[in-house]
């Protein structure tokens, strides 16, 4: 249901999507009808056809496809409804900072990469690299480039605590968290930063895209493709009740709503713990389905 309006391997395109069209919902809803029908044969059969056998091993296999199929309806309810966020109007000049980190062992090309896009970013910004190995290259490198390099000693918390020991430097009301191996386009905060008008808008979240995904590689574009459900209608149904999740990568924060929480919550899923607590503190979030970053 995320749908492309082009398609360009230049980094510095944008790839916008459409408002869906009233014939893509109605097939949509069409194919949801012809899941419910072909979901409704398969219990008949289940029930009429399938022995019971071993009767705790039948009942969990029940329990469990139950559960599955509770999901999925679950699932098409809210794909019944699913629309794009009309981007506001705004007058507002904010202040930005863009965080990326830097962990000993990955590649320089990729790093530099990324720090290049960052300060090709038109809006106003300061960015900062929260370098965990203290390298002294890209120490060099941020100064040609007029980035910020910051480094800690105390390494807890992972990801988030490299973060959150940069956000005690950076002072601007929005914090985009960008990963090291994602080139931003150009125009990324024009199209983000509109969406904050709304004082109850704690974060907005974009797509994760790859650069290699239409190329001739059956592994490539079979992982791009099977991530197509969760950035196309699961997310914009997401979007419907202002609880988009944040992936960890490409997401724009309102600082106030980071410091609400005391920064981005630690742990083996950062992203969806810092979502959930921003959410039960009251800020709303965005999901914008633009590819305005590729890895």
Known sequence: MLKIAAYSKNRETII?????????MTTMRLLIACGLFFMCLFLWW????VEVGHPVLYWLLTAGLAFKLLRMLHEWYHYVAI???????????????????????????MMINTLEACQKITYPH????????????????????????ITRKNKIDAKAGNINNALKLATGEICVVLDPDHTPVPEFLDRVLPYFEDPQIGYVQVVQAYY????????????????YSFYGPMMMCMNEYGTAQS????????????????GHAAGLSEDMHTAMRIHAKGWKSVYVPEILTRD
């Open 16 to 24: 916008r999507a459409h408002r869906p069209k009233k014939g893509e």
């Open 46 to 49: 289940f029930v009429t056809y």
């Open 83 to 109: 629309s794009i966020p009309k981007k506001p109007v705004t007058h507002k000049q904010w202040s930005v900072d863009i965080l990326t980190t830097f962990c000993a062992g990955e590649p320089y090309d």
């Open 126 to 149: 300061t960015t900062y690299l929260c370098d965990e190995s203290d390298d002294a290259l890209l120490k060099q490198v941020c100064a040609d480039l007029g980035v910020i390099h």
């Open 212 to 227: 290699n995904q239409l190329e001739n590689n059956l592994v490539a574009k079979g992982a791009a493709q099977q991530t």
């Open 247 to 262: 992936i960890g990568a490409n997401c724009t924060f309102r600082r106030a709503a980071l410091d609400s929480i005391g």
